[in-house]
Structure formats: C-alpha cells, structure tokens
C-alpha cells in the first residue's frame, strides 16, 4: 500500500502461516477493511478455523474462557477411507494401540502401500494438531511405509477404531494453573529391541504441554548413562526456550 508520492504505507513481514504488519493505526485499518472485502472473510471475529483445525471459545463453571481445538471432518475423512479401502465397517475402541508394543519390519508379503501411505499421511497431520494421545502409535506405523504387512495394518485399524470414538472430542485448553515447568524424556529405548534408540519428550507449563516430540534419537549410545544424559539435555533446552517464553508472557 502505497500514497500518492508512491512511498509505502504499510509494511508488511510475511511467513508461511502469519504476518506482521507495520504503519499508522488508520492506514492498516483501511488495509485491513480491503482484505475483508477482496476475500469475504470476518476478521474483526474470534478464530473459528485455521489449518484445518476448528475452534471453539467456551466458558467453565468459573466462567473462565477456554479454547476447544477439533478436526472432525478429517476424523470422519480418515475413517470412511479406510473403511472404503478394508471394506470393514470398524467399531470403537478405547486406546490407540497395545502398551508397551513395538511394530517390527513386514518380513512377509507387502500390502496395499499406496493406501498406507496415504492414511499414514492423514494420521501424521491430524496428530500433530490435536492428536497428542495417538503420537506413539502414529509415529511407530510411519516407520514402516515401505513395506507394511498384516501386522502394520491390524495396528492402522487400531488407531483409526480409537480416532471414531473422538469424532466429538478435541483438545482443551485453558489458562495455566501454576507458572511450574515439568519435563520427560524417554531414556529406555521405547521398549524398542530393534535400533535401541529412544523415543520422544515432553515440556508442561502449569501442567499443559509446550513442547510435546515423537521422534527417534538419531544415534545410538553405547551406554545407558549417556543415553540419560542426552535426554536430560532435550529437557534442559527446552525448558530455556519455555521460560523465555513465560518471561515474554509475564512482561
């Protein structure tokens, strides 16, 4: 946006999913107000959706607002392909996957890969954004999306069963109760027998989660102490970035 001397108004820094914009009060607005217009959208309203993700803002008992983050048209998305893809009409199940399990490479005949890849693909994105529960089993099926087997396949069934009982679930979140940071590293191989490599941590602010990683090491230790270590370092790094953070929330 520029005046009648051709010299910019507004200026604007912009990334894959935000913006900042710079210069007086009224000639953003009028920016703002050309915006709205050109691409018929409210942007004076609360956030309803965006990236996928449908939002909510709802009150508690103590009418204190929080935030109700949901995906149902990919849940619904997700299970209708793999039901058109097995020709099962799945039924609910409680839990993503079996504690404790580790999938192991297909060393029988490889099944239907496009399809896997496909709902592998769904189920990384949906996880990402409100699926935090299911990561574990998400993360170890996209191990195998080469060549995945029956046993791949039985474990994708179990996920997506567990997705159809969260069609009307999402994830909340509300204000802090305490400004504690927590922290938890996973340092016994993820029960993996395999690669022996450790799987994944997690950082909370007053109990809700700021950083939250599945994802393997990537080298091995030879020792178990180093292993500790390493995983001590994940949750110490991250606890700087969290407490800038919180200092920037509090000032």
Not at 55 to 77: G, H, Q, S
Not at 197 to 206: L, P
Request: net charge positive; charged share 30%.
């Amino acid at each position: 946006m520029k005046d009648d001397n051709g010299m910019p108004q507004v200026v604007a820094a912009i990334t894959v999913d935000d913006c900042l914009l710079g210069g007086k009060p009224e000639d953003i607005a009028c920016l703002m107000e050309k915006v709205e217009k050109y691409f018929k959208i409210s942007i004076g309203n609360n956030l309803e959706r965006h990236l996928g993700v449908d939002y909510k803002f709802l009150r508690d008992d103590k009418n204190e607002i929080y935030l109700e983050a949901t995906m149902k048209k990919k849940v619904n998305d997700i299970v209708k392909f793999f039901e058109g893809v097995t020709g099962e009409d799945i039924t609910i199940y409680e839990t993503p996957g079996v504690p404790g399990s580790v999938l192991k490479t297909n060393e029988g005949e490889t099944l239907n890969v496009e399809a896997d890849r496909t709902l592998v693909g769904k189920l990384m994105f949906y996880t990402t954004k409100v699926g935090l529960k299911q990561s574990n089993a998400v993360r170890d099926l996209s191990r195998h999306m080469e060549n995945p087997g029956e046993s791949h396949w039985m474990a994708m069934k179990r996920v997506v069963r567990y997705m159809k009982g969260q069609t009307r679930k999402g994830l909340l979140m509300t204000k802090p109760v305490e400004l504690r940071m927590v922290a938890l590293a996973d340092a016994d191989y993820a029960k993996d027998p395999v690669e022996r490599k450790s799987v994944g941590y997690s950082h909370t602010w007053g109990m809700y989660y700021q950083v939250f990683e599945q994802r393997r090491e990537k080298c091995k230790f030879k020792l178990h102490r180093e292993r500790i270590q390493n995983a001590f370092k994940c949750c110490k790094r991250n606890e700087v970035r969290t407490d800038v953070t919180r200092r920037n929330c509090i000032c």
